[in-house]
């Protein structure tokens, strides 16, 4: 597939030198999360480390407006009379429109890259190539079938289940990227939005950032009941951890992330939170 994070940046892949005391404000981070991050109309103003910052920082922002958009064509069909299943696909399908199918170009290219076993340099070339491979094809079909068989449940349950299981997992799989922007953790290549976000955020601000999003998920699955409580707050800490042990496999196979990275890591977040939202 020809779109990905890294192969279209909105700026130059290296702007211009910052001074280190300079902050970007919070509109500019904001429209930096929703101009890298989703296709609503969001100019970009600031293309520099300050602005990544604040807005990987506003990543699970973004993502609670994509979840909110999304839950919202799989309510309705469910009030006239469509099933869980037709429910499920549609609201499978919004968010992945959202974001012109970045984020599965991103886990189809991060599988053909680690599946290549070649090194590393090898591998980075494999995921800039426009086609995908065995290992894409095969991680795009699983990964949204289980997306829309866990909605299904969660549907069939109710549409409130079904609703905020979408928010929540929509929110996480942004969540997911704010965490891997932590310092530390290293670009693989020089250009591109991967080289642009990683490291960014201290880890403290990560941690701080994952532990208001599992506050806020259980607490916005309270009038659901308790138990949906501590299953919606589980759920985003369970995903994040999968997302962990992906970048820490990318990070030893590629030498570093790269916005294709970032992209599988907010499927397999997502992914995993329906999954998790579906038990029980």
């Known amino acids: 597939m020809k779109d990905s994070f890294d192969n279209q940046p909105p700026e130059p892949a290296e ?30 103003t600031r293309w520099d480390r300050p602005a990544a910052r604040t807005g990987m920082a506003c990543a699970p922002l973004a993502g609670l407006v994509v979840g909110v958009l999304a839950a919202v064509p799989g309510v309705l069909l469910l009030v006239l009379g469509g099933g869980p299943l037709l429910a499920a ?15 599965l170009d991103g886990l189809a290219d991060t599988a053909d890259g680690l599946g290549s076993a070649k090194p590393a340099e090898a591998a980075l070339r494999i995921m800039k190539q426009s086609d995908i491979g065995p ?9 949204l079938l289980v997306q829309a068989g866990a909605l299904a449940d969660l549907y069939a349950e109710s549409w409130v289940h079904g609703a905020l299981a979408t928010v929540v997992a929509a929110v996480t799989a942004r969540l997911a990227m704010t965490v891997a922007s932590r310092d530390g953790v290293p670009p693989a290549r020089l250009e591109g939005l991967g080289a642009a976000v990683a490291g960014v955020l201290p880890k403290r601000s990560a941690a701080g ?3 208001l999003v599992a506050a806020s998920a259980g607490v916005a699955a309270l009038p659901v009941g308790p138990g949906a409580a501590v299953q919606c707050a589980g759920a985003v800490l369970i995903a994040l951890g999968a997302a962990e042990l992906l970048l820490r496999r990318c990070v030893r196979r590629f030498d570093g992330v790269t916005g294709d990275v970032f992209g599988a890591l907010a499927e397999i977040a997502g992914t995993t939170a329906l999954v998790v939202l579906a038990l029980g």
């Open 135 to 143: 290992f894409g094809v095969v991680a795009l079909l699983l990964v």
């Open 209 to 211: 950032i994952a532990a």
């Open 15 to 44: 702007p211009p030198p910052t001074p280190p005391d300079e902050r970007a404000s919070l509109r500019d981070g904001v429209r930096f999360a929703f101009g890298t991050l989703t296709v609503l109309p969001a100019r970009i």
């Open 89 to 103: 696909a549609v609201t499978v399908a919004v968010p992945a429109a959202l974001t012109r199918g970045l984020h």
